[in-house]
């Protein structure tokens, strides 16, 4: 085991680096989470904590890895969850952060698409907009217009 003050560096280079990128080896892993190695080893095998691999199988931790890491570590030592519900919490936070990312981008399409049908009505002189009406796209129809007649 490291010292506090090594501990603590190595924590600093974690932070300095990509959340993702699969750096530490199992050891300096466990070191930076406070557990054993062989409890990283246990997490793996029951899929709360999946690291990534090297082309020869080692596995490797990411800062992210090791923040879940100290979160199973919180949820089984301080609130008492097993860890059959904490792998369930895992997954179900990580469904919330997918769902809440396609929400976003699915705002982000509704916002360009508003632009967009903001511009065409801008591009239509005001007195034609009244006999617009519009088609769900894409549409093979033929659209024929023919004014009004008696206004």
């Known amino acids: 085991m490291t010292s506090p003050?090594?501990?603590a560096a190595a924590q600093d280079f974690a932070g300095a680096m990509a959340?993702?990128?699969?750096?530490?080896?199992?050891?300096?892993?466990?070191?930076?989470?406070?557990?054993?190695?062989?409890?990283?080893?246990?997490?793996?095998r029951l899929g709360l904590v999946s690291p990534g691999r090297t082309q020869g199988g080692g596995r490797r931790y990411s800062p992210r890895d090791v923040a879940l890491l100290r979160e199973v570590q919180r949820l089984?030592?301080?609130?008492?969850?097993?860890?059959?519900?904490?792998?369930?919490?895992?997954?179900?936070?990580?469904?919330?952060?997918?769902l809440q990312s396609r929400?976003?981008?699915l705002l982000e399409e509704l916002e360009l698409s508003e632009?967009?049908?903001?511009?065409?009505?801008?591009?239509?002189?005001?007195?034609?907009?009244?006999?617009?009406?519009?088609l769900r796209a894409p549409s093979?129809?033929?659209?024929?217009w023919r004014p009004r007649t008696g206004r």
């Open 76 to 98: 089984s030592q301080e609130d008492g969850v097993n860890l059959a519900g904490i792998k369930r919490i895992i997954e179900l936070e990580s469904r919330v952060e997918a």
């Open 5 to 7: 003050t090594g501990r």
């Open 19 to 44: 959340e993702d990128a699969p750096v530490f080896v199992i050891s300096v892993a466990a070191e930076l989470a406070g557990m054993h190695a062989q409890t990283l080893r246990q997490y793996d």
């Open 140 to 144: 093979s129809a033929l659209v024929v």
């Open 103 to 105: 929400v976003h981008e």
């Open 115 to 134: 632009g967009r049908r903001m511009a065409a009505e801008a591009a239509v002189p005001a007195g034609y907009r009244r006999d617009l009406v519009p």
